[in-house]
């Protein structure tokens, strides 16, 4: 515990030099690249294999790692789809501007193999006991937010409930009216502004860490909600597979920025005051869709 | 004074009768496009054509409403470069995802002819005498959001200033460091989550009513800051003209939604409190960028 309050006062202290450095004519303010540039190799965590999906594309690669701490159900039905290659030869089937892209079998006719049919909802969790690193400005959807291992989260004290939360490049699992309707069969990515109307309203099963531009740049689809009207529209997906099944020296390794350490509590606090020369009102605050949570190819 | 507390009260019983109906077994709850449907044609306002710009690129038209109340001189500078094809032939040099695609001379060598090289930053004006429809959710960077004719704004009680905010689809100044150095020859867009830090940084002059999808699924460039690293990376653009000086049979004429309407306050509430069945948990209150400002082309 008094290590812990170490590290708090570390970073206060590290956030205080900041603020002054800002003040001090002729010294020049840190940035995220300097943040990121002085980070030590502890400040990074390599995505688990057991946890990062494959969806290859005939334009590359996009990795997703997914969160079983917030969805152990709905991960495990997805990696016995990706295992039984569900995925392979179906398509992206729709991209809605600013909203999201999806996938799923557009014929609804492929059996599912092993995996569960329906499964219940994960939309929230115990916040009891799960570390949760609090942003401290205020939320327009939710009392509290933060970072719970490098994804967005939200936090209710009141019912000590814990869930992530939709922000840019977060992997949902589509579903029909009835909330234990998905089965992950069907996935959508955030490709625009925040959806935070659909938090614990779909359960969110991971995140894009690398080659989201993949799927943000997709021709969007023009027939009701971003659907291609034209199955010729629709980007084929050629398999989806589990990094831990994947031959090693074809795997994208990816680390992502810790969220639980100093260098970030640094990180947040130089992009809620921007102190570059070209910035002259900086906002003190920050959306916590705006944090960036930073994922790098591991060389 | 009457007649307008009449509508407000009207506006009030609307979204009770919402709310009851969601409650209400067997009633449907009214949907956006339930609300737009019942619009009325005098909720309704057609774009300007002295304040419309024709960005004409070789997939298409993307049509922008200037906002001369926020930004009356860069306005007027845009309108003079327009006017003297300032921008015909130049490019798309830019686009980082998740954040904006921005156009300028890729040379930094044609000349601005007639209009202001450099010119006073409009970030922000009174609120004075300025109608403001207030959202009544908090927001992270401002006291008070809401819209003023269209356009997604903020308010500081304190010192009586207003600003447009940086949601999807708005159009700013490029500047250097000097707060002055912009002069509209450098545009941008917004294709990302909201970056509301560039709030009072920038000068917005507009916002996207037509054609976004092609200024967002364009390939992201791989260079600092998504700028492209090779110029045949580049999206040309083939003219920027006004609509009030291309002939009527050529104009894409498009309406928007009026923002200070008892119809415009159901459509927030209906996307406050989302009553579908779909929504298991409504949100009870939006952000600001999440609010849809629709516009559709005339026919």
Not at 138 to 150: L, R
Not at 235 to 264: G, H, K, M
Request: charged fraction near 25%; proline fraction near 7%.
């Amino acid at each position: 515990m008094k290590q812990r309050m170490g590290i708090v006062v570390a970073a206060l202290l590290l956030a205080s030099a900041v603020a002054l450095a800002a003040n001090t004519p002729g010294v020049k303010p840190r940035t995220m690249a300097d943040v990121i540039a002085a980070s030590k190799p502890s400040d990074w965590r390599t995505v688990d294999p057991q946890n990062t999906l494959y969806l290859e594309l005939p334009t590359g690669r996009v990795v997703i790692e997914l969160n079983p701490t917030f969805a152990p159900n709905n991960v495990t039905n997805i990696r016995t789809l990706v295992r039984e290659h569900y995925f392979d030869g179906l398509a992206i089937v729709r991209a809605q501007d600013n909203f999201v892209v999806q996938w799923q079998d557009p014929d609804h006719s492929r059996s599912l193999g092993t995996a569960e049919k329906t499964l219940g909802a994960e939309f929230s969790r115990s916040s009891n006991d799960l570390p949760f690193t609090v942003l401290p400005d205020p939320d327009t959807y939710a009392p509290e937010v933060g970072f719970v291992n490098g994804f967005p989260a939200a936090r209710e004290p009141r019912t000590h409930l814990a869930w992530l939360v939709h922000c840019y490049s977060m992997v949902g699992v589509g579903r029909d009216d009835d909330v234990d309707s998905g089965n992950g069969s069907e996935l959508y990515v955030v490709i625009g502004h925040a959806p935070r109307q659909l938090d614990r309203n779909v359960t969110l099963v991971g995140r894009v860490v690398y080659g989201i531009e993949l799927l943000s740049t997709m021709k969007r689809g023009t027939g009701e909600r971003g659907f291609y009207d034209k199955a010729s529209e629709r980007t084929p997906i050629q398999s989806i597979r589990l990094a831990s099944e994947v031959p090693e020296a074809q795997r994208t390794s990816v680390e992502v920025l810790r969220t639980d350490t100093p260098t970030f509590t640094e990180l947040v606090e130089v992009r809620r005051n921007r102190r570059e020369e070209w910035y002259k009102v900086p906002a003190g605050r920050i959306d916590i869709c705006n944090v960036p949570l930073v994922s790098r190819k591991k060389s």
